[in-house]
């Protein structure tokens, strides 16, 4: 199914998409409306290599799928070095594991150390 974000106006410039079929149906539409591409309107999209079989061609943004994996997995990491300490439902103390687990007060009360 299409889904539409926003309604075409004489303002529109350019058009953003991530499916194919919303890229079909977006160039009909527009050409039903007499607007031509990319003289009126520009179509951009994502990663989509089918994009360069488009005429004409369309704007493709690439993503590096490694960089977001590499991100995702950073930032995974950082949540799982996260300790906390909660009492009565509420987070009293957070800090990383490793600094908890040689927190005085935390080793004290939660450790009975």
Not at 27 to 51: F, I, K, N
Not at 93 to 105: G, I, K, R, V, Y
């Amino acid at each position: 199914s299409i889904v539409c974000r926003e309604s075409l106006t004489e303002l529109t410039t350019a058009i953003a998409m991530s499916r194919c079929d919303d890229k079909r149906v977006t160039r009909r539409l527009m050409e039903q409306a007499g607007l031509h591409v990319p003289e009126d309107v520009s179509v951009a999209t994502y990663d989509d290599v089918r994009a360069e079989l488009c005429e004409p061609p369309l704007t493709v943004v690439s993503q590096s799928l490694v960089r977001i994996g590499e991100a995702a997995a950073n930032l995974a990491l950082q949540v799982a070095n996260r300790g906390y300490v909660m009492e009565n439902g509420q987070i009293i103390l957070s800090d990383t594991a490793d600094q908890l687990l040689t927190n005085e007060e935390v080793k004290r009360a939660y450790l009975g150390i």
